[in-house]
C-alpha cells in the first residue's frame, strides 16, 4: 500500500523532471545572439529541473562522493543524426552528474563516456536500436535527455549523516519498503536509478556535430 503509490509518483517526478531540462535547454539561449548550447548551460539546466526531485540543496554533496540523501542526479544528453537511407548514428554523447565534490550547480561533472544508460551508442542503426521510441527523418538531428539517479556501493560513497552506502540498500535509499526501485545495477554495486528519456528536435541554432563547449 506504502510502495506502489510512491513508485508510481517517484516516476512521474522523474517524467516531469527530464522535461524541464528540456524546456529550459530549448530556451535559455534564444534572447542571446549565439544561441549555441553551452557547458554551462547544461550544468544550470539540469540543476533547475532536478529541483523537482531534491528539496533545497540536497543535490549537492557535502564533500567528496557524500552526499544528503545518499544519491545525486545523473544522466546523458545525445545527439543523433538520420542518415539519408534510413539509418542513424550517435555523434556525440555528454554525462552529467555530481557525484564528487559538487556544492553548487557550476560544479556539476560533465564527460564524455555515457555510464548505464537506456540508450545505446550506436553508428548506421536502425533508429529503434538506439532507443525503442527514437524516429528520425531524413538527415535531421535528435536530442535525447536521460535522466536518472546515481547511487553507488563502495569507492566511500556515504550519505552526509555518515552512514555508508555499503550499509544501506537502495530500496532503503529510495524509500521502499518491499519493491525494489527500478534501475540498472551492475554487478560491481554500481547503479543508476529511476531513468527518465525524452527526445526533442532542438531548435535552430542550439546543437550541431561537435559537442557543445
Request: hydrophobic share 35%; aromatic share 12%.
Amino acid at each position: 500500500m506504502h510502495d506502489v503509490p510512491k513508485l508510481a509518483r517517484m516516476k512521474a517526478r522523474m517524467d516531469f523532471c527530464a522535461h524541464c531540462a528540456v524546456n529550459m535547454i530549448q530556451n535559455v539561449s534564444q534572447e542571446r545572439g549565439n544561441k549555441r548550447i553551452t557547458k554551462d548551460d547544461i550544468r544550470y539546466a539540469i540543476a533547475g529541473a532536478y529541483l523537482t526531485v531534491f528539496p533545497g540543496k540536497t543535490m549537492y554533496t557535502t564533500s567528496n562522493r557524500t552526499a544528503p540523501l545518499g544519491y545525486v542526479s545523473h544522466g546523458q544528453i545525445y545527439a543523433i543524426k538520420g542518415n539519408s537511407n534510413g539509418t542513424a548514428s550517435v555523434l556525440w554523447c555528454i554525462r552529467f552528474h555530481n557525484a564528487y565534490d559538487c556544492p553548487s550547480p557550476s560544479k556539476i561533472v560533465l564527460e564524455s563516456s555515457p555510464w548505464y544508460s537506456l540508450v545505446k551508442i550506436l553508428t548506421n542503426s536502425i533508429p529503434s536500436n538506439i532507443y525503442p521510441d527514437l524516429q528520425i527523418q531524413g538527415t535531421e538531428i535528435k536530442i535525447i535527455v536521460e535522466c536518472a539517479f546515481h547511487y553507488v556501493k563502495g569507492n566511500g560513497y556515504k550519505f552526509t549523516d555518515g552512514r555508508s552506502c555499503d550499509n544501506v540498500s537502495p530500496k532503503t535509499a529510495f524509500g521502499f519498503w518491499v519493491l525494489n526501485p527500478p534501475g540498472i545495477k551492475g554487478s560491481d554495486g554500481y547503479g543508476s536509478f529511476f531513468h527518465s528519456v525524452v527526445i526533442f528536435t532542438p531548435k535552430p541554432g542550439l546543437f550541431n556535430e561537435t559537442p557543445p563547449q
